[in-house]
């Protein structure tokens, strides 16, 4: 009984770990975006130079769970009246980096991206270091086919 909750406390703690974002062999693990598996995903193509000058590519070269996206696989929330029709559930690597070289230099690829769900807002801000913009909000919302919770 007692070494059941000694790991169930290990699990729990290891979780908190995972959910504020915890260093992993030079890169950072990313929560996912979403509250659930889901049905809903699909291959969207994306350029990885068009997300230069942003924070939804980190300093590997990932892609962060919770980045909007046109169907056109562009980034959405950019300007005012966007719409985000598409959301990255997980982190995945798109460049060998975040710099406009690297960026330019990667290939277009595909990255599965989630066509409705519940967005959970605090991972996706924890995973950017920030809080969502207004403009990021509403293009998330805007498509009816998003929460964010």
């Known amino acids: 009984m007692i070494a059941s909750l000694l790991f169930f406390a290990l699990v729990v703690g290891l979780l908190g770990t995972i959910r504020a974002g915890a260093a992993v062999g030079g890169g950072t693990l990313y929560r996912p975006a979403f509250h659930t598996v889901s049905d809903h995903d699909v291959p969207t193509r994306i350029d990885p130079s068009s997300f230069k000058g942003t924070d939804w590519v980190d300093l590997y070269g990932v892609l962060k769970p ?84």
Request: hydrophobic share 45%; charged share 25%; no cysteine.
């Open 66 to 149: 919770g980045t909007p996206l046109k169907a056109d696989g562009t980034l959405a929330g950019t300007a005012d009246e966007q719409v985000a029709e598409r959301i990255v559930p997980y982190a995945v690597g798109i460049a060998e980096g975040n710099t406009d070289a690297l960026l330019d230099a990667a290939p277009n690829g595909d990255v599965a991206a989630r066509t409705r769900g519940e967005v959970v807002r605090a991972d996706v801000e924890a995973a950017l270091g920030r809080e969502l913009t207004a403009f990021e909000v509403t293009a998330i919302h805007a498509s009816g086919r998003f929460l964010l919770v």
